[in-house]
């Protein structure tokens, strides 16, 4: 993930010298261009940007790898406890990083600059993972009720 920061601070500073129109430097998040590529869908006349090839991309990338790598498989969840732990996390996984402006390779990516709110939004993921961990696998493990 460190080289693809890295590469996207590159590859843009690289376009915003030889552009004639202003573009920012950034490097790579998801957040955003999640966002980003929902709304190429609903404008009336949608332009062709990276952050719009990014989402599909990987999701495109990450089956090829898996195909040829024979490691392609259906895969699902055991009960539904765990599908239900999911889609909270991934609910307060987007709300806070729609929150944030970033999500955790946003945070990376504002770390690399060191941008004050990115380290805040990590230490949270830090905390938050070892909260879950304590909560949901540790008790869990004990045969303990496990809060969720």
Do not use: H
């Not at 949608?46 to 498989?73: M, N, Q, S, T, W």
């Not at 991934?90 to 060191?114: E, N, P, R």
């Not at 830090?126 to 009720?145: K, M, S, Y």
């Amino acid at each position: 993930m460190g080289f693809a920061v890295a590469l996207g601070w590159i590859a843009t500073w690289t376009l915003a010298q030889i552009a004639f129109d202003p573009i920012n430097v950034t490097s790579a998040t998801f957040t955003g261009p999640s966002a980003n590529t929902l709304m190429f869908f609903l404008e009336p006349a949608p332009r062709l940007r990276f952050d719009i090839g990014l989402v599909p991309g990987v999701v495109l990338g990450a089956f090829l790898a898996a195909l040829f790598a024979g490691e392609l498989k259906w895969q699902g969840y055991d009960g539904a406890d765990a599908m239900r732990r999911s889609l909270f996390g991934a609910g307060l996984m987007g709300f806070g990083g729609m929150l944030a402006g970033g999500c955790a390779i946003g945070s990376l990516t504002g770390a690399s600059v060191f941008a004050t709110t990115a380290w805040l939004a990590l230490l949270c993921m830090w905390i938050g993972a070892a909260l879950t961990d304590f909560l949901v696998d540790q008790r869990g493990q004990r045969g303990l009720p496990v809060a969720v």
